[in-house]
T-cell receptor, first 116, second 114 residues
Framework: GAVVSQHPSRVICKSGTSVKIECRSL??????MFWYRQFPKQSLMLMAT?????????EQGVEKDKFLINHASLTLSTLTVTSAHPEDSSFYIC????????????FGPGTRLTVL | AQSVTQLDSQVPVFEEAPVELRCNYS??????LFWYVQYPNQGLQLLLK??????LVKGINGFEAEFNKSQTSFHLRKPSVHISDTAEYFC????????????FGQGTRLTINP
């Protein structure tokens, strides 16, 4: 089956610093990647949709200048949390979709971000 | 816009008993429905999906779900659960297959007791 990886799996940073999270599709080309955020004991909330070679589409209420998304290739998307604050602490999960003719998103294992 | 409601936040069940996790959705367009499972500190794994055709869908790990359009439901069932089924289960809907945005329910925590 399709495999999606995320790096790092866990990160702890100081308030005010920036953190980059990578999402890679290992055995298929992902035309679209999605970034989700999950607070403890809650569901996944879509943050943005990322298409290769174009700007990401952000959901309402998500600050695009704070959560920078880059989808530079068909196998890699990155999420950078800029000037992180404790309220940004969360579980960030990406998913990848293979484009036309496919119907399933494949999820990465998630990244636990803790901002001190 | 779509929405998904999982009616039970927690479901405790004894091992080898049957289980049903309920999911209802609302949408103004044709939908595609998914069930995902999440183990602690992990991402989501697809259990099964309904895109079209037979309303009874079989998935991995012995799970199945039935799409009921008139009741706008997609309940997940398993006839006999195992300890290893303890996890969080999410129902999700999209309006154009998995290519488009998934809207998730709140999740149901399934706990299997020995």
């Amino acid at each position: 089956g399709a495999v999606v990886s995320q790096h790092p799996s866990r990160v702890i940073c100081k308030s005010g610093t920036s953190v980059k999270i990578e999402c890679r599709s290992l055995d298929f080309q992902a035309t679209t990647m999605f970034w989700y955020r999950q607070f403890p004991k809650q569901s996944l909330m879509l943050m943005a949709t990322s298409n290769e070679g174009s700007k990401a589409t952000y959901e309402q209420g998500v600050e695009k200048d704070k959560f920078l998304i880059n989808h530079a290739s068909l196998t890699l998307s990155t999420l950078t949390v800029t000037s992180a604050h404790p309220e940004d602490s969360s579980f960030y999960i990406c998913s990848a979709h293979g484009g036309l003719g496919t119907d399933t998103q494949y999820f990465g294992p998630g990244t636990r971000l803790t901002v001190l | 816009a779509q929405s998904v409601t999982q009616l039970d936040s927690q479901v405790p069940v004894f091992e080898e008993a049957p289980v049903e996790l309920r999911c209802n959705y609302s949408s103004s367009v044709s939908v595609y429905l998914f069930w995902y499972v999440q183990y602690p500190n992990q991402g989501l794994q697809l259990l099964l999906k309904y895109l079209s055709g037979s309303t009874l869908v079989k998935g991995i790990n012995g799970f199945e779900a039935e799409f009921n359009k008139s009741q706008t439901s997609f309940h997940l069932r398993k006839p006999s659960v195992h300890i290893s089924d303890t996890a969080e289960y999410f129902c999700a809907v999209s309006d154009r297959g998995g290519a488009q945005k998934l809207v998730f329910g709140q999740g149901t925590r399934l706990t299997i007791n020995p």
